[in-house]
Antibody, heavy 120, light 111 residues
Framework: QVQLQESGPGLVKPSQTLSLTCTVS??????????WTWIRQPAGKGLEWIGR???????DYNPSLKSRVTISPGPSNNQFSLRLTSVTASDTAVYYC????????????WGQGTLVTVSS | QSALTQPASVSGSPGQSITISCTGT?????????VSWYQQHPGKAPKIIIY???KRPSGVSDRFSGSKSGNTASLTIFGLQAEDEADYYC???????????FGTGTRVTVL
């Protein structure tokens, strides 16, 4: 079963760029037919879908974040990344990477999540 | 796109059944049979318990059941157990502009 793990800085200054990487326990995220997804959750609040990248590299984003978000492959073959620019305190959240194993329309495989705090 | 509406909290005694509603619109829940439900214990990642409206992934107890009527999806937990105490979130596919919208979340308390 595919496993995922997030990594990256836990503290980002306001107006800077948040960068996270998800490492997947597979040889390459380009093989197979998967949507590689980022989801976030502010403390004590609900889940928010950020966006996804298909195995081919095509991407889809939450319209409310689209102007600030980039999901891309790499740095390694078994990794994909999230970049969120011009962050503010409202971007403070636990960030999860996830994918759908049983269906494209479900998130049944999750990383453990990583807390990113936006603060000066 | 607004979040799907769930009750903030639902409670029940062990052995009882409870139902959590998830109300959307004709653009999401009502238009696609692609609602999924997630269980989240404190400090843990969400866990899928229902997908595509009523399907259970392998390993998920058959005490969990999903259904939909119109713009409202529902999750029923039969035979409530202490381990079911958690937060529950619904999620619906919402088309190729919005993509996915989550529910506001429901805290289930086992009395």
């Amino acid at each position: 079963q595919v496993q995922l793990q997030e990594s990256g800085p836990g503290l980002v200054k306001p107006s800077q760029t948040l960068s996270l990487t998800c490492t997947v326990s597979t040889d390459s995220i380009s093989s197979g037919s998967y949507y590689w997804t980022w989801i976030r959750q502010p403390a004590g609040k609900g889940l928010e879908w950020i966006g996804r990248m298909y195995s081919s590299g095509s991407t889809d984003y939450n319209p409310s974040l689209k102007s600030r978000v980039t999901i891309s492959p790499g740095p390694s073959n078994n990794q994909f990344s999230l970049r969120l620019t011009s962050v503010t305190a409202s971007d403070t959240a636990v960030y999860y990477c996830a994918t759908g194993g049983v269906s494209w329309y479900v998130f049944d495989l999750w990383g453990q999540g990583t807390l990113v705090t936006v603060s000066s | 796109q607004s979040a799907l509406t769930q009750p903030a909290s639902v409670s029940g005694s062990p052995g009882q059944s409870i139902t959590i509603s998830c109300t959307g619109t004709s653009s999401d829940v009502g238009n696609y049979n692609l609602v999924s439900w997630y269980q989240q214990h404190p400090g843990k990642a969400p866990k899928i318990i229902i997908y595509e409206g009523s399907k259970r992934p392998s390993g998920v107890s058959d005490r969990f059941s999903g259904s939909k009527s119109g713009n409202t999806a529902s999750l029923t937990i039969f035979g409530l157990q202490a381990e079911d105490e958690a937060d529950y979130y619904c999620c619906s596919y919402a088309g190729s502009t919005t993509f996915y919208v989550f529910g506001t979340g429901t805290r289930v308390t086992v009395l």
